[in-house]
């Protein structure tokens, strides 16, 4: 199974916009790649998902690497509520549709 | 569209005890998950169905055995509990179409003592 590599944690002062990088080297040319966040004692919930075209909805843009061995998702203004555990998984669609999650990358949000 | 429920919330365990797990989807989806969730560690696939009757191993299947009867269901059994298997447990399904994404619960915090 592809994985994928992120940084353990990062840092944002509210308000500015916030760059979470994923590394996906071994992706498969049908894998997509999606985008996970989980707050505080729940699960997690959907954030974007994307195959080769940069993509755009209500809570963030993802950005994917012509070669799409990276990505990287912009949240455009951080806030407080943003503060999560992001995970970048990559979506196996030859049968079971099997994700493997990280450890992901835990976001801090300073006021 | 209640989603993914799943019972109990909390459930404290004496070492060789047994439980299930109940996961239920309202929502028609052919693909089911189980996932465990250490503390501050990230989520791992314990088994996956596909559809009714149809069920495999994830990565961390040992100490856990699954059904799937309904569309609806997919009880996790836990059959001799070990400290090892406290976690948090969560329930996932999905439509199966490429492009879709997967609901979570709300999960069941496990303590075994």
């Known amino acids: 199974d592809a994985k994928t590599t992120q940084p353990n944690s990062m840092e944002s002062n509210e308000e500015e916009p916030v760059h979470l990088p994923c590394n996906h080297s071994t992706i498969s040319g049908t894998d997509y790649i999606h985008w996970y966040r989980q707050l505080p004692s729940q699960g997690p919930e959907y954030v974007i998902h994307?195959?080769?075209s940069n993509v755009n909805n209500r809570m963030a843009s993802l950005a994917i690497a012509e070669d799409r061995k990276s990505s990287t998702l912009i949240l455009h203004r951080a806030t407080l509520r943003d503060a999560a555990v992001y995970y970048c998984?990559?979506?196996?669609?030859?049968?079971?549709?099997?994700?493997?999650f990280g450890a992901g990358t835990r976001l801090f949000v300073k006021a | 569209n209640a989603g993914v429920t799943q019972t109990p919330k909390f459930r404290i365990l004496k070492i060789g005890q047994s439980m299930t797990l109940q996961c239920t989807q309202d929502m028609n989806h052919n693909y089911m998950y189980w996932y465990r969730q250490d503390p501050g560690m990230g989520l791992k696939l314990i088994y996956y169905?596909?559809?009714?009757?149809?069920?495999d191993k994830g990565e961390v299947p040992n100490g856990y055995n699954v059904s799937r009867s309904t569309t609806e269901d997919f009880p996790l059994r836990l059959e001799l509990a070990a400290p090892s298997q406290t976690s948090v447990y969560f329930c996932?399904?999905?439509?199966?179409?490429?492009?879709?994404?997967?609901?979570f619960g709300p999960g069941t915090r496990l303590t075994v003592l």
């Open positions: 996932a399904s999905r439509t199966g179409v490429s492009t879709d994404t997967q609901y």
């Open positions: 998984i990559l979506s196996d669609n030859t049968g079971g549709f099997k994700t493997i």
């Open positions: 169905s596909v559809g009714a009757g149809i069920t």
């Open positions: 994307g195959l080769t």
